[in-house]
C-alpha cells in the first residue's frame, strides 16, 4: 500500500497530466527517433493515457492498468516501431514520472520518495514484460499470415487456372519457364539447396519447387543433379525436370512417387526413374501388396525368424547381382546356406531364382516389402 504522503503526490500530479503528457510526449520525440512514425496527437494522447493510469495506482486508487500498455504495444508493433525503441520510450517515461514527483514533493518529502520508489520501478518492469509480450504475439501472427498467404500461392500452382498460375508465380518470385524441379520430402529439415525454392509444409510433408538456372547443361538422365547438398536425414523425392510452371502438378505427382519408392525407416534421396520397380510398387499400393502376398504368401506365413532369414537372403541375393559367393560374404555364412535358403525360397513359391521372368516377380513381389510400410 502506498506511502500516504506519495499517496497524495499522486493525487496531486492526477490534476496535471494533460500539459505532463505534452511535455512527455516531446520528450520521447526527441530521445527515440524510430518514434518519429507514431502522429504527434497520438502519441500526446497515449502519453496521457499511460500517466493517469500509473499515477493513479501509484495513488492506491487502482490496479496496475497493463491493457492500455498492451494495445499501445500491439498498434505501434502493427506501426513498424521497433521493439527496443518501444522499449525506451517506457524508459524516458519512467523517468519522465520520477522527475514529476521530485519537482511536486520538494525538499521536505525526499524520504517519502526513496521509500515509494521501488514501486515505480516495478511498474516499468511490469509494463516492459506486457510490451515484449505483445510484440512477440504480433509477430507470431504476422508469420503465420505471411506462410499462410505464401501456403494459397503455393497450392495455386498445383490448380488448373492459368491466369491464377501466373500470378502465385510472379508473386512467389518464380519465372513462368525455365528448369524446374519438384522436391518431396518426408524430413521436416529444410535440406540447403544451390537453387532458388519456394517451400509449401503439409502434415508430415514438406514440398517445394525449385527454379534451376535455365542456362546450366542439364543432368543425365540418372544423375541426382547437385540438387540436395548434404542432405539431412529423411526421405526426399525430386521429379523430373520440366519447363512451365504450369506443369508443377503434375510434377508434383512425380515427386511424391520418388519419395515412395524409398524404403519407410531409411534416409535417402530418389529421383523419379532412378527405382523404377519401387516407383510402380507406390503407384500401385493395393495391387503391388496383393500381388507380392500371391508371390510369398508361403513365406509370409512362416514364423518370424525363419520368414526374415529367407527374405533377408532373398534381398541380400539380389543386391549381390545373383552372386551366391558375394551374399554368402555380405550374410556371414557358407555358400551352401545361401544355396539351401534360396531352394526353400523356390519350393514355397513355386518361382525359380535362374529363371529371368520368374526372377522378376519375385524380386518386385521383395520390393513391394521393402518399399510398402
Known amino acids: ?9 499522486s493525487r496531486r500530479l492526477l490534476g496535471q497530466v494533460d500539459p505532463l503528457a505534452e511535455r512527455l510526449a516531446q520528450r520521447i520525440r526527441t530521445a527515440e527517433a524510430e518514434l518519429a512514425v507514431v502522429p504527434p496527437e497520438d502519441l500526446t494522447a497515449v502519453c496521457a493515457l499511460h500517466l493517469r493510469g500509473i499515477y493513479t495506482y501509484l495513488a492506491g486508487e487502482g490496479p496496475m492498468e497493463l491493457e492500455t500498455v498492451r494495445a499501445n504495444a500491439r498498434r505501434r508493433a502493427l506501426q513498424g516501431v521497433p521493439l527496443a525503441a518501444l522499449l525506451h520510450s517506457y524508459r524516458v517515461g519512467t523517468l519522465f514520472i520520477w522527475e514529476s514527483y521530485v ?12 521509500e515509494s520508489v521501488s514501486e515505480l520501478w516495478l511498474g516499468l518492469e511490469d509494463y516492459s514484460e506486457a510490451v515484449r509480450t505483445t510484440y512477440h504475439e504480433v509477430e507470431a501472427e504476422r508469420e503465420l499470415r505471411v506462410r ?13 487456372d492459368h491466369a491464377r498460375i ?15 524441379h519438384v522436391l518431396a520430402a518426408e524430413s521436416a529439415a529444410e535440406p540447403r539447396l544451390p537453387v532458388q525454392a519456394v517451400w509449401r509444409e503439409l502434415p508430415g510433408e514438406r514440398l517445394a519447387v525449385l527454379s534451376l538456372d535455365a542456362s546450366r547443361p542439364a543432368e543425365g538422365p540418372r544423375s541426382p543433379g547437385g540438387l540436395l547438398t548434404d542432405p539431412p536425414p529423411g526421405r526426399f523425392g525430386i521429379s523430373p525436370p520440366y519447363t512451365q510452371i504450369s506443369q ?10 520418388a519419395l515412395a519408392s524409398v524404403p519407410p525407416g531409411t534416409d535417402g534421396v530418389s529421383r523419379y526413374g532412378d527405382r523404377p520397380v519401387a516407383t510402380l ?12 502376398r500371391r508371390v510369398l504368401g508361403a513365406v509370409l506365413s512362416l514364423p518370424a525368424e525363419d520368414r526374415g532369414t529367407l527374405l533377408g537372403t532373398a534381398h541380400a541375393w539380389f543386391a549381390s547381382g545373383g552372386s ?3 551374399t554368402a560374404e555380405s550374410l556371414f555364412c557358407h555358400r551352401n546356406t545361401v544355396r539351401y535358403r534360396l531352394a526353400r525360397i523356390e519350393s514355397l513359391t513355386g518361382r525359380r531364382f535362374d529363371d529371368p521372368r520368374q526372377a522378376a516377380e519375385l524380386f518386385t513381389a521383395l520390393e513391394t516389402l521393402r518399399v510398402l510400410p
Open 324 to 326: 551366391t559367393a558375394r
Open 166 to 180: 501466373r500470378e502465385s508465380a510472379d508473386t512467389l518470385g518464380l519465372p513462368q519457364q525455365g528448369r524446374f
Open 248 to 257: 508443377t502438378a503434375s510434377a508434383l505427382r512425380l515427386a511424391r512417387l
Open 103 to 114: 519537482a511536486t514533493a520538494g525538499r521536505r518529502a525526499q524520504s517519502v520518495l526513496l
Open 281 to 292: 510398387v507406390a503407384s500401385s499400393p493395393e495391387t503391388a501388396d496383393d500381388l507380392a
Open 148 to 160: 499462410r498467404d505464401r501456403d494459397l500461392l503455393f497450392d495455386a500452382l498445383l490448380g488448373t
Open 1 to 9: 500500500m502506498a506511502h500516504p504522503d506519495f499517496a497524495a503526490l
